[in-house]
């Protein structure tokens, strides 16, 4: 299938994957840029950064193929690498140093692939302690874990540091961690079980992502659509809306989108 689109990839753990379910950030982004961009899931559940790098070859690989590289990627891990030593979900534990300079291995990747990609961090949400102990009890009973795997303390600082690399690499980041901590109730209002997203978790995401995008130039009203809108399309010649088509399957995909890409020599779309 020819691309005529740009790609936004959204690169993540188990809060991406669930990304495109009823309520979800990616589904609200893929409903917001609907046929002007196409929102592309890479979520890996229980993943943290160091096994997220040995995908980045496979999802972002460096050398050139027909496909130009992704316009935009969100970055969205450190909820799983802030899992705590000698608790039940210690082999996701990634130091918090190493943490960050995976973040930044990840994002040299990417700008080794596009230096105009835009490069999202986000930072990993809070956590809801006592939600989390609620959420073991229910499934397992009096078997569930004593101790919570993970502390909203800990997870604080993985945020930070992800904070420090966006701040250091001048890259847009949303911290999640602290937005979600404003609003009075937030342990319940935005996690499902103490981790995981609700709706109106989802759409804190959603509305911080869709301002970063907009700031940097890719607002969703002003990109055009990949091909003429229906009232453009006159019912006894059509063939004129799609004329222009022609002279556009010359230009490279940002000439179409208005956004964006960096393409290796040729990669036109044909």
């Known amino acids: 299938m020819v691309q005529v689109r740009p790609q936004f990839v959204l690169f993540g753990d188990s809060i991406t994957e669930q ?15 609907s ?21 980045l070859n496979h ?47 990840i994002v040299h990747h990417l700008k080794e692939l596009s230096q105009s990609m835009l490069v999202v961090l986000i930072t990993p949400p809070p956590v809801d302690e006592d939600g989390r102990e609620e959420y073991a009890r229910s499934l397992y009973g009096d078997n569930a874990r004593k101790l919570s795997e993970r502390t909203n303390e800990i997870t604080g600082v993985y945020a930070k540091k992800c904070l420090e690399l966006a701040k250091e690499m001048h ?14 109730g937030w342990q319940k209002m935005f996690l499902s079980d103490g ?10 995401v959603y509305e911080e992502l869709v ?3 907009r700031d940097a130039g890719l607002c969703a009203e002003e990109m055009d659509y990949d ?17 222009q088509l022609r002279s556009l399957r010359s230009l ?19």
């Open 59 to 105: 999802i972002f690989p460096l050398t050139c193929s027909s496909s130009p590289p992704p316009t935009a990627t969100t970055i969205f891990f450190g909820a799983n690498d802030a899992a705590l030593l000698g608790r039940t979900s210690e082999r996701q534990h990634v130091p918090v140093e190493e943490y960050k300079e995976n973040l930044r291995k």
């Open 195 to 204: 981790l995981h997203l609700t709706s109106e978790g989802n759409a804190v």
């Open 211 to 213: 301002q970063v995008f």
């Open 227 to 243: 091909f003429p809108h229906h009232s453009k399309i006159n019912g006894d010649h059509p063939e004129a809306a799609f004329h």
């Open 252 to 270: 490279p995909i940002f000439a179409l989108s208005g956004s964006p890409s960096s393409l290796c020599d040729g990669d036109f779309i044909a």
């Open 171 to 184: 890259l847009p980041c949303i911290d999640i961690w602290s937005k979600m901590q404003e609003t009075k």
């Open 19 to 33: 990304s495109f379910r009823p309520g979800g950030w990616g589904a609200a982004l893929a409903d917001t840029y």
């Open 35 to 55: 046929r002007k961009a196409d929102i592309v899931v890479r979520g890996y559940g229980g993943y943290n950064t160091r096994w997220a790098l040995f995908l």
